[in-house]
């Protein structure tokens, strides 16, 4: 794939183009309906030329939502989902209970707030590093 680059002006054709390519995709954004197979598969599509693009791996997963809201937050709260799922095990594998029935919610708790506490940090610090990072590069 050729590397891109950077565009700098508009032919009068695609100036021309601009406003109806603008209200075709604020159309898009409103569509509250699911999308159906063919256009999944056409998204899928551009996805992996994404990826491809970028140099990244396909993960071979893609997770359905019902809107483009849905997948705006879908995104951080798998993140989170998977970052605990992760750290809960580890933190509770090696937690030493105590003696003391009163103390045990008291040391689950601890161990239980720490995992997610890293997990959620990690997850969240992650997409807003991201999600900073990406419009400082694009402004700059």
Not at 20 to 45: K, N
Not at 107 to 134: I, K, L, N, Q
Request: charged letters at 15%; aromatic letters at 8%.
């Amino acid at each position: 794939m050729n590397k891109a680059q950077r565009l700098t002006e508009l032919t009068p054709a695609q100036q021309d183009r601009m406003a109806s390519f603008a209200q075709e995709w604020i159309q898009h954004g409103w569509r509250t309906q699911p999308l159906t197979e063919e256009e999944w598969a056409v998204w899928e599509a551009g996805a992996r030329k994404c990826y491809e693009f970028a140099g990244l791996p396909w993960p071979n997963v893609v997770i359905r939502v019902s809107s483009p809201m849905v997948g705006a937050l879908a995104a951080p709260f798998a993140a989170i989902a998977i970052a605990l799922h992760r750290a809960l095990p580890s933190a509770l594998g090696t937690l030493e209970l105590p003696t003391d029935p009163s103390a045990v919610g008291s040391a689950v708790g601890s161990a239980v707030d720490s995992a997610v506490g890293s997990a959620v940090g990690s997850a969240v610090g992650s997409a807003v590093y991201s999600a900073v990072y990406s419009a400082v590069g694009s402004a700059v």
